[in-house]
């Protein structure tokens, strides 16, 4: 069973930066996609940005020029580098990972970016 551990959420000031890592129990290169999705209180899962096995990334255009995806083979982890970080931002956020058969899920990390 593939396990997705993310870390690195916190409370952090509007305009702040904050990494998320997801830990992945299984190689990375198995999945054919990874992503991040993140939910809002009272609001449905939402798509933040994805990267397939060759390296193309797709980001909501609610982040693009301020999140950014990336891979560390060496350890198995999916990254995302978040800056200028706005209230809006405040939600859990998933790692995702899309394998041949099955679709895997970490349990979430809370963001909550305020003043």
């Known amino acids: 069973q593939v396990q997705l551990v993310e870390s690195g959420g916190g409370l952090v000031q509007p305009g702040g930066s904050l990494r998320l890592s997801c830990a992945s129990s299984?190689?990375?290169?198995?999945?054919?996609?990874m992503g991040w999705y993140r939910q809002a209180p009272g609001r449905e899962r939402e798509l933040v940005t994805t990267?397939?096995?060759?390296?193309?990334?797709n980001y909501a255009d609610s982040v693009k020029g301020r999140f950014t995806i990336s891979r560390d083979t060496a350890t198995n982890t999916l990254n995302l580098r978040m800056d200028s970080l706005k209230p809006e931002d405040t939600a859990v956020y998933y790692c995702?990972?899309?394998?041949?058969?099955?679709?895997?899920w970490g349990l979430g990390t809370q963001v909550t970016v305020s003043s």
């Open positions: 990267i397939t096995r060759g390296g193309s990334t």
């Open positions: 299984a190689n990375i290169f198995s999945f054919n996609v």
């Open positions: 995702y990972a899309k394998a041949a058969l099955a679709d895997y």
